[in-house]
């Protein structure tokens, strides 16, 4: 029951991020949430570990900032218990330079009472700097 209660919670976030409706998203994310984006921080610069909404905030922004989010899709989701794995499609547009690219990110994520109170994102970091790069 649970798994298909978190899978329909994560579809939900990601249509409000999808739809730009970052508001929205923090109406699934518990207050003291724990969001780690896996990357060099010197590099990318919204790649840390952000605790609670005003520092996830700071990510979305810090990500927002860097990036124009042209496509940003769940192509599966595989739960157990608690636990969400989710694989994404995204093509981005790096605001600094117009180079456009895309990737497949992964998602690890943890639910307490129907809220996610951590996610892990993992993806394609080396394509990222590289795009970064001016």
Known sequence: MNEQKNT????????????GDIPAVFN???????YTSVGPSGVIPWAG?????EQIGQFFTRLGEALDFQLFSAQEFIAQG?????????RYKVR???KVFETNPQHIVTFRDGKIVRLIALDDTATIAAMLAA
Not at 8 to 19: H, T
Not at 28 to 34: H, K, N, P, T, V
Not at 49 to 53: A, F
Not at 82 to 90: E, F, S, T, W, Y
Request: no cysteine; aromatic share 12%.
């Open 8 to 19: 329909k919670i994560m579809q939900q976030a990601y249509d409000a991020f999808s739809k």
């Open 28 to 34: 699934f994310i518990a207050e003291d949430a724990e």
């Open 49 to 53: 570990t952000y605790n609670g909404h």
């Open 82 to 90: 608690d636990k969400l794995a989710v694989v994404l499609h995204g």
């Open 96 to 98: 600094s330079n117009g």
